[in-house]
């Protein structure tokens, strides 16, 4: 009924950038919270950045001034603008979102499939 769909994952040199996208698809009546997560080698997943409906955003310390979370509400999108990367910033990173479909009384977390992104020293 809901997919969640990653895109923009890549490869890059320390200090670069990237922008990976997650579009929410399906019967969508309402979407909570969204989120980036990632997941490195060897590591428990992690939450990266999350954003309200609203626009409330809230960052992992790692990640703060380098990573910018937003979204567009019209197209059910949520954007993770990745900057100064580093090689530790390795790891592929997935969407989430909190989502309340047509037609059901309570909402429920969706993940996207995930998308590599490799920063090289």
């Known amino acids: 009924q809901v997919q969640l769909v990653e895109s923009g994952g890549g490869f890059v040199q320390a200090g670069g950038s990237l922008r990976v996208s997650c579009a929410a698809s399906?019967?969508?009546?309402?979407?909570?919270?969204m989120g980036w997560y990632r997941q490195a080698p060897g590591k428990q997943r992690e939450l990266v950045a999350s954003i309200t409906s609203r626009g409330t955003t809230n960052y992992a310390d790692s990640v703060k001034g380098r990573f910018t979370i937003s979204r567009d509400n019209d197209k059910n999108t949520v954007y993770l603008q990745m900057n100064s990367l580093k090689p530790g910033d390795t790891a592929v990173y997935y969407c989430?979102?909190?989502?309340?479909?047509?037609?059901?009384?309570?909402?429920?977390?969706?993940w996207g499939q995930g998308t590599q992104v490799t920063v090289s020293s």
């Open positions: 989430n979102a909190d989502i309340l479909v047509s037609g059901s009384y309570f909402s429920h977390g969706y």
């Open positions: 399906g019967s969508i009546f309402r979407i909570n919270v």
